[in-house]
């Protein structure tokens, strides 16, 4: 990223240069350094980092130049082709949104657009297409539990409840990290579906083939770009490799597949327990899509349902109810409120 004036990340000058006698502005713009003998040299423009933007509070941003370098599709064809190149495991993780929207964009049922989605990452080299929803059911779970956890901690000692945090968005995330200091450490801690899945899906993989996890590619095609954001943090990462090398999207991957002069729609529905290469990677076959199950159903509504689910776990471990979530409007269709009453109190 080349900073901007409004930049604050401190750049390490190197002044060890003793004959350096000034800098100028050169006819193109460029600064260049005048030695006391004469000589010139142009300086090179300041680098920062996409982890030195994610570690930095002076600005919000989402490095966008360097997501669509780092996180593109072209970048996911390079990969596929180094991997496949030192004999490595190639497999990609799909959200179950990316089905649906393939399935409406092109007006073929699921199972239909899922088989189409499978031979044309075939066809980029990819070994293995598996399902998110086992890392989401995962992540649900956990989520549950930690809000039933964090109620019983702040009422066992008689204060009020602090309220949990919990975002599907890494753009809000880093948004809070960078602006708002002090939702911080309210922040559910639970990885999430797509971080959890990078640890499955590696580590089974080096289970079943035998190979280290440097040596297994892991993509994801999400629905969001933002999801490009969270896997380039270091954060996730295990054992010195990531857990997801590279986030692409479903409009990325029908976009290139149409300029290489094959639309998606001409792929065939193939088999979704098929994996080709190794017949090692049949030990996956619990995370493959399954045509008459939850593979391709997001559970819940907006966000995998996690509030709707963190609702009815509560009111049922906490109070020993059940109940469902009567959303209420408040200020517009992008703020919802659900209330629980019990003994009096909500």
């Known amino acids: 990223i080349t900073p901007s004036q409004a930049c604050v990340k401190p750049v390490q ?5 003793a004959d350096v006698e000034r800098v100028e502005r050169g006819h193109d713009g460029s600064l260049v350094e005048i030695r006391r003998d004469g000589t010139q040299s142009k300086l090179k423009a300041a680098q920062i980092t996409l982890n030195d933007c994610l570690a930095c509070s002076g600005c919000v941003t989402s490095a966008e130049s360097v997501l669509v370098s780092q996180q593109s599709l072209e970048q996911f064809v390079t990969l596929v082709e180094e991997f496949n190149g030192r004999n490595g495991v190639v497999i990609v993780s799909v959200a179950p949104q990316c089905i649906s929207s393939l399935a409406v964009a092109f007006n073929v049922s699921q199972h239909q657009a899922a088989g189409m989605l499978n031979s044309s990452l075939q066809s980029l080299g990819a070994h293995a297409m598996v399902s998110i929803t086992m890392a989401t059911a995962m992540h649900l779970s956990n989520v549950c539990h ?5 109620f019983h901690n702040t009422n066992s000692s008689g204060q009020q409840s602090k309220p ?8 809000w ?12 450490p309210l922040l559910s801690k639970v990885k999430s579906p797509q971080g959890i899945q990078g640890i499955l899906v590696k580590t089974a993989a080096s289970k079943v083939t035998g190979k280290s996890r440097t040596d297994i590619m892991h993509a994801c095609l999400m629905p969001c770009f933002d999801k490009k954001l969270e896997a380039s943090r270091p954060v996730f ?5 990531k857990d997801v090398d590279i986030v692409i999207s479903p409009l990325e991957l029908v976009e290139y597949l149409a300029q290489k002069g094959t639309p998606f729609t001409g792929f065939p529905t193939s088999d979704l327990a098929h994996f080709s290469g190794s017949s090692q990677l049949d030990g996956l076959a619990e ?10 159903v997001a559970t819940g509504h907006t966000s995998d349902g996690v509030a709707e689910h963190v609702f009815r776990h509560v009111a049922m471990q906490v109070f020993g109810e059940a109940a469902s979530p009567n959303w209420k409007r408040v200020r517009n269709s992008d703020f919802l409120e659900a209330t629980f009453t019990a003994d009096g109190k909500s």
């Open 287 to 296: 995370m493959a899509f399954r045509p008459s199950g939850d593979g391709f």
């Open 164 to 171: 949990l945090l919990h975002s599907g968005c890494p753009g």
């Open 173 to 184: 995330v880093c948004y809070a990290e960078k602006t708002q200091h002090e939702c911080v």
């Open 13 to 17: 000058i190197d002044k060890t240069d």
């Open 237 to 241: 990462e295990t054992m010195g490799a």
């Open 146 to 150: 930690e809000a039933e956890s964090n």
